[in-house]
């Protein structure tokens, strides 16, 4: 054999060995991940069933934070416009008060100077009424001169504006002018609840001098305590009054209290909220204000394209349905999901997808899911 035979021979049988490792190298084309082929056993033996996606009117949920509040008029902050000393209180947070009852004592020379000014002007107004008489009867027979009368009747008028202010300010410290006598004057003077409810601060001790500003006790009426939920701006045009709701305490979710909607805000905080009070429909409960609620809300009912909720399966964080193909064809979509109700949940509209055409797989769906994921692990 010449050498040029040798080296074609050697070339052939180099280049079928390239092209045998080629061959070898070139993948098989793999079938589709997403579906899924069953016969029909294998469709009996999972309990697969497919049917079209219905159209019906469901209401959504909306779940929101707040917290238990009081409006202005059940929260009370007790102060004594004259100031003075605290001489007795026998109140502590948490103490139960009633309407009207004495809740403190205060003590202050300035009280006993008060009551002194008021029965001294009381006793000169007797004085001065007597003198207007006098003085109007000399002045009709005019054995004196007008101006006289004018004089004593403009200070009359003067001592009926004095006498009144002092009524006033005797009032301010609960005492009554219409009891008060030389015999009565007191140094102490009683402070009494406006409300029935119970005590939330206690700010004083006996002794202590207490300005005309300062806060000495905090009253608040559970009767009338409501739920601030925090509702959001975009959701915020779904509420209104009327509406029906349940809230829970953040650490007792299992036990609802049914609330309405009283009242929507109309201005947006910094966080782009605004708030929505509440009041609850069972007026006997154990809460207190400052506690942390969530709230479950429904919302009006639309129109919805629904599946029985065992048809969405739930993969690698998202959502999907398997939609037949044929008779025994099963592909893989995911979908975006809205409101659940009653066992049912919405399908959100996708791009090239008819869901009044398209059946999807009602039951079986997720031993459809263990069997496409088993074909993907073997591939």
């Known amino acids: 054999m010449n050498k040029f035979a040798i080296f074609t021979a050697a070339g052939i049988l180099l280049t079928a060995c390239n092209n045998a490792s080629e061959i070898k190298e070139q993948p098989e084309a793999?079938?589709?991940?997403?579906?899924?082929?069953?016969?029909?056993?294998?469709?009996?033996?999972?309990?697969?069933?497919?049917?079209?996606?219905?159209?019906?009117?469901?209401?959504?949920?909306i779940k929101l934070n707040g917290t238990v509040d009081v409006p202005p008029q059940s929260l009370v902050s007790i102060s004594f416009p004259l100031g003075g000393y605290l001489k007795s209180t026998s109140l502590l947070p948490g103490y139960p008060v009633h309407k009207g009852q004495v809740i403190a004592a205060m003590e202050d020379q300035s009280y006993?100077?008060?009551?002194?000014?008021?029965?001294?002007?009381?006793a000169r107004m007797e004085y001065l009424a007597t003198d207007v008489e006098r003085q109007k009867e000399l002045s009709d027979a005019d054995a004196t001169s007008k101006k006289n009368y004018?004089?004593?009747?403009?200070?009359?008028?003067?001592?009926?504006?004095?006498?009144?202010?002092?009524?006033?300010?005797?009032?301010i410290i609960n005492i009554n002018p219409a009891t008060l006598t030389v015999t009565s004057i007191s140094r102490m003077v009683s402070v009494y609840s406006p409300i029935n409810g119970y005590v939330t601060q206690v700010n004083v001790n006996i002794g202590k001098y207490v300005n005309p500003s300062d806060v000495m006790f905090e009253l608040v009426n559970p009767d009338d305590i409501h739920a601030a939920i925090t509702v959001f701006e975009k959701d915020l045009a779904s509420f209104k009054a009327g509406m029906k709701g349940k809230v829970?305490?953040?650490?007792?979710?299992?036990?609802?209290?049914?609330?309405?909607?009283?009242?929507?805000?109309?201005?947006?905080?910094?966080?782009?909220?605004?708030?929505m009070h509440c009041h609850f429909e069972n007026p006997k409960h154990d809460l207190l204000p400052g506690m942390f609620l969530t709230g479950v809300?429904?919302?009006?009912?639309?129109?919805?394209?629904?599946?029985?909720?065992?048809?969405?399966?739930?993969?690698?964080?998202?959502?999907?349905?398997?939609?037949?193909?044929?008779?025994?064809?099963?592909?893989?979509?995911?979908?975006?999901?809205?409101?659940?109700?009653?066992?049912?949940?919405?399908?959100?509209?996708?791009?090239?997808?008819?869901?009044?055409?398209?059946?999807?797989?009602?039951?079986?769906?997720?031993?459809?899911?263990?069997?496409?994921?088993?074909?993907?692990?073997?591939?």
Do not use: C
Not at 112 to 122: F, I, N, R, S
Not at 157 to 170: F, G, Y
Not at 350 to 363: F, G, P, S
């Open 30 to 61: 793999s079938a589709d991940e997403n579906t899924v082929m069953l016969d029909s056993l294998q469709r009996a033996n999972a309990g697969v069933e497919t049917a079209l996606p219905a159209i019906q009117n469901i209401h959504s949920t």
């Open 112 to 122: 006993v100077q008060l009551q002194q000014d008021y029965l001294t002007a009381k």
């Open 150 to 171: 004018q004089l004593v009747l403009s200070e009359y008028k003067t001592q009926q504006a004095i006498i009144r202010s002092l009524e006033e300010k005797l009032r």
């Open 248 to 275: 829970a305490l953040t650490d007792k979710p299992e036990d609802f209290y049914d609330v309405e909607v009283i009242l929507v805000t109309k201005n947006i905080d910094e966080n782009r909220a605004g708030l």
């Open 297 to 379: 809300f429904e919302l009006d009912a639309k129109s919805a394209t629904v599946i029985p909720e065992e048809a969405v399966v739930r993969y690698m964080g998202s959502e999907y349905v398997f939609i037949t193909k044929g008779e025994n064809q099963f592909i893989l979509t995911k979908v975006k999901t809205g409101v659940k109700e009653n066992g049912v949940i919405e399908l959100k509209e996708i791009k090239n997808i008819d869901w009044m055409q398209a059946k999807v797989v009602t039951k079986g769906a997720y031993a459809m899911l263990g069997k496409l994921k088993n074909k993907m692990e073997e591939e």
